[in-house]
């Protein structure tokens, strides 16, 4: 059996139907709306749904703060498509239970490049159905000359004002393979997979033309793609953390992402 040391959150009851639902960039699996959409998912589907925390998103084993920084320093995209492989891999032991037959991907913010990033490399037939919320389309985000010259680059999280690192080995893994398993734009064209793409109209982080674009290139190699923009949402669908309550636009989403899986 394989040995993994992710930390990890299983919903609903034992299925060969199973669910992993990823988080984005200076986001863990304990986030805002995680569990609320898990729990949603797993209630209505009967699927089981598991969230899990990157190696090295930072956050120590049932921590929901990014303590670790030398960790979020050294993290990589390649790093977060190799930990969801990983999860993928468990499936077939039957680490959660039992053995998966269906698998499903969903994503928020970089989560949604990492399942789709993760879906093209692997052309694995058990992933039936891959959901993107806010998804990001490449991976080149920061234009810092500092970046190659200093070894990092310092980004805030919004949340606290906590400052954080981005290291060397996170520029070198998007000039690598920006333009090769990086390549979202170049991915999703090779998914046959359904995929459905949802994107608030007021994202400020990500905007909703990188879904839109997605939409438009898997249309035209005539791959089965829904796109939903919900207006007048921003990039977490009206929900912070820690999560209070719901928001019409988040429940929105759990209702179509349901409708896709169930469909």
Known sequence: MLKFA????????????????????????????????????????????????????????????????QKFENNTYSLEIQDLITMISLTKEGCFGKKATSIYLLGHSRGGGI???????????????????ATINHVDRFDNPLWQKQGYIEVVNGRNGQVLRLGKALYEDIQQFKDTKLNILQAVGNIDTPVLLIHGTQDESVPYQESEAIYKLRKENQKKTNLLLIENTGHTFGI???????SPELEKLIEHTISFLLS
């Open 6 to 69: 992710l930390d990890y959150s299983v919903y609903g009851t034992t299925n060969e139907n199973i669910v992993f639902l990823v988080h984005g960039f200076k986001g863990f699996k304990d986030w805002g709306f995680f569990p609320y959409v898990a729990q949603n998912i797993a209630e209505r589907t009967n699927f089981q749904v598991i969230t899990f925390n990157f190696s090295h998103n930072g956050v120590i084993f049932g921590d929901t703060e990014i303590t670790d920084l």
């Open 115 to 133: 399942v789709l990033l993760t879906t093209a490399l692997l052309q694995n037939p058990v992933i039936k159905k891959v959901v993107t919320y």
């Open 240 to 246: 912070k953390h820690p999560f209070t309550k719901t």
